[in-house]
């Protein structure tokens, strides 16, 4: 329907469901319905599921929250995708491991486009030099941008957050360098996906209005105070 109401092919829309807190009974249920990929914001919860259901080799998984460098050995062992690369350390420790696992990993630059400080994510100002260094990493295949609108009921201030990461993909798109694509945006959530995808949005991450409501609060995964509009 948010694709019919924005005047696109739903085919141009993926939907990434998020199983964060879900545990691996209900999981094995999306799967038994169809779902065959999830995303994860804790990599130490998503490599205990994804051990778990090593029964469901076509079962993939997604990584799309902060990561840090120590635990970048599990991502290389098990996700087909990260959505929040944003140091250049990262990206070189990830691309060591992927190499000595003898794997390839598709991966979004994370861009804070709401200028929050609690957030995670380069400014756009700085996307372009970083986007430069990464075909120095030989096992990362970059697919494009996800973001983290502001965390708002109100659509004029989560709006602008979807418009700045399209413009600056679409700007990216004319300046990076060989094997770096820029097709992906990564953004919207629960509470803004129909937002995103009048925006651009090419994937949605989205959670609670799958599985419903979590007993974990958003500042779990990000710092600061989150409101229901910003819920994946």
């Known amino acids: 329907m948010a694709c019919k109401r924005a005047g696109r092919d739903p085919a141009e829309v993926r939907l990434l469901p998020v199983s964060k807190t879900v545990p691996v009974e209900r999981l094995r249920n999306a799967y038994a319905a169809g779902c065959r990929i999830l995303g994860e914001n804790k990599v130490q919860e998503a490599y205990g599921k994804w051990q778990a259901m090593?029964?469901?080799?076509?079962?993939?998984?997604a990584i799309i929250g902060h990561l840090q460098t120590n635990k970048a050995k599990y991502v290389a062992r098990f996700a087909i995708e990260f959505q929040a690369l944003?140091?250049?350390r990262l990206a070189g420790?990830?691309?060591?491991?992927l190499q000595s696992e003898g794997r390839a990993l598709d991966?979004?630059?994370?861009?804070n486009t709401s200028g929050e400080a609690q957030k995670y994510g380069l400014p756009p100002d700085e996307a372009?030099?970083?986007?430069t260094e990464l075909p120095a990493f030989s096992s990362l295949r970059v697919r494009g941008l996800?973001?983290?609108?502001v965390f708002s009921a109100n659509p004029e201030r989560v709006?602008?957050?979807f418009a700045r990461l399209r413009e600056l993909r679409n700007r990216l798109r004319q300046t990076a360098p060989d094997g770096v694509e820029m097709a992906e945006l990564s953004m919207g959530m629960s509470g803004d996906f129909e937002l995103a995808i009048e925006e651009g949005a090419t994937t949605v991450r989205v959670g609670q209005a799958i599985f419903g409501a979590r007993n974990t609060p958003d500042s779990v995964w990000?710092?600061?105070n989150a409101s229901p509009g910003g819920v994946r």
């Open 54 to 61: 090593e029964d469901l080799p076509d079962l993939k998984w």
């Open 86 to 88: 944003d140091n250049l």
């Open 93 to 97: 420790m990830l691309d060591r491991r």
């Open 107 to 111: 991966v979004c630059v994370q861009i």
């Open 128 to 131: 372009e030099a970083f986007v």
């Open 146 to 149: 996800m973001t983290l609108a």
């Open 159 to 161: 709006r602008p957050c």
């Open 222 to 224: 990000w710092p600061g």
